[in-house]
Nanobody, 116 residues
């Protein structure tokens, strides 16, 4: 079955960096469009970034443009989110997402906390 497992979150000071990973299994990863979402505490989940199957086209939310980079390694079935210049407003649980046969799948999420 489809599994997505995020990792790499943690506590970081403002201006710091983190790299999130999402290990995928149960589907043909190299053929799928992938996304990162985040959900701040008490707020709705929001889209952050996406990447096509080849990894040569990406989009990111305006608020993270120039700070976050989405990438993938199709040989390892891993999706990444490199985050730099982190701000307190980036604090959230981060989820990776895939739509497979018209069904949405999410991982369990990884907490990112930006605080001094």
């Amino acid at each position: 079955q489809v599994q997505l497992v995020e990792s790499g979150g943690g506590l970081v000071q403002p201006g710091g960096s983190l790299r999130l990973s999402c290990e995928a299994s149960g589907f043909n990863f190299r053929t799928k469009f992938m996304r990162w979402f985040r959900q701040p505490h008490g707020k709705e989940r929001e889209w952050v970034a996406d990447i096509n199957s080849d990894g040569n086209r990406t989009n990111v939310q305006d608020s993270v443009k120039g700070r976050f980079t989405i990438s993938r390694d199709n040989s390892k079935n891993i999706l990444y989110l490199q985050m730099s210049k982190l701000e307190p407003e980036d604090t959230a649980v981060y989820y990776c997402h895939v739509r497979h046969y018209l069904k949405d799948y999410w991982g369990q999420g990884t907490q990112v906390t930006v605080s001094s």
